[in-house]
């Protein structure tokens, strides 16, 4: 009995944070088209605010960007800019007219796409997962039929895909430069890139670790992102990215294309097209 009333609970507790969302108005969420203004916990924790070395206000545009969350669908800002970008891409390379991520791949012309999704982009997976040529894989699956690619050596073939997506994946990769001429190679001539990465455009690229000759070396603290909270801290940050990035895309055979955020400009996603063979 406590149980059902504990969930009667949640549930009203949900709506009203709906209703009050919906009155409160917003932009529609990128990802399931809900128009309301979206709710918010911090996730950023103090220490990695002091090994980032970010400023008050890029903390907050951090924290936003991240914490600030669809109230339908749970989608973060950052999510929901990540599917409005994936929709623009198929659009423009299949010819299909969608609006938004959720009703994307009920077009023929969409689910043609062959699509890798390099990591689990979060709850648009399961959008995703409806594309017949989605190929997915996951950093260091144990699931039968998910394998786990390293993005400085991918095991597909050259010209292999349409679009390829990661979500705050690159600033977790060793070498960027091999990373970016291997997402590259394996795009169809034409093909999209679409990620997003955590950057500060007031400040140059930071490199914290490298690995040489198999090993790790730490050029400044460890630093980790994941869910304090939750005791997830476990991705290692080799670079915190910085303006000069777009010029790394560029000599990877990138030509990159932003959707931006009119007042934050944390909340950026990339969408690099193939321009050359790497
Ligand atoms: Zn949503």
């Known amino acids: 009995m406590l149980k059902v009333v504990k969930r009667l609970q949640r549930i009203g507790r ?3 944070e709906i ?5 409160d108005g917003g932009k529609p969420c990128g990802t399931c088209g809900f128009k309301g203004r979206p709710l918010h916990r911090d996730v ?5 605010m002091t090994e980032w070395e ?3 206000q890029w903390h ?3 924290d936003e960007r991240e914490g600030s969350r669809c109230a339908w669908c749970g989608s973060s800002l950052r999510s929901g800019q990540l599917a409005a970008a994936i929709v623009t891409a198929a659009n423009r390379l299949s010819g299909s007219s969608a609006s938004r991520r959720s009703t994307l791949f009920r077009d023929p012309k969409a689910r043609a796409l062959s699509i890798a999704e390099i990591n ?3 709850n648009l997976h399961r959008h995703l997962r409806r594309c017949p040529g989605l190929r997915f894989s996951e950093f260091g699956s144990t699931q039968q039929g998910v394998p786990s690619e390293d993005l400085m050596r991918l095991t597909y ?6 679009i390829v997506i990661t979500s705050d994946t690159l600033e977790h990769v060793p070498n960027i430069g091999p990373a970016l001429r291997e997402t590259c190679r394996v795009l169809k001539p034409g093909g999209m890139h679409v990620f997003t990465v955590p950057i500060i455009w007031d400040r140059p690229t930071r490199q914290r670790a490298t690995i040489q000759g198999g090993a790790l070396t730490h050029l400044l603290p460890p630093s980790y992102h994941g869910v304090a909270q939750e005791g997830k801290t476990d991705f290692l940050v080799f670079n915190e990215f910085g303006a000069d990035f777009v010029d790394l895309c560029t000599a990877a055979g990138l030509d990159v294309e932003l959707m931006q955020d009119a007042v934050n400009p944390a909340l950026v996603t990339f969408m690099a097209r193939r321009t050359a063979m790497p």
């Not at 209703?19 to 009155?23: A, C, D, G, M, P």
């Not at 073939?157 to 349409?162: E, L, M, N, Q, T």
């Open 44 to 48: 950023l924790w103090p220490g990695l």
């Open 60 to 62: 907050r545009w951090m």
């Open 19 to 23: 209703i009050v969302s919906r009155i």
């Open 14 to 16: 949900r709506a009203r």
């Open 120 to 122: 689990s982009a979060g």
């Open 157 to 162: 073939a050259d010209a292999s895909f349409d």
């Open 54 to 56: 970010l400023t008050p």
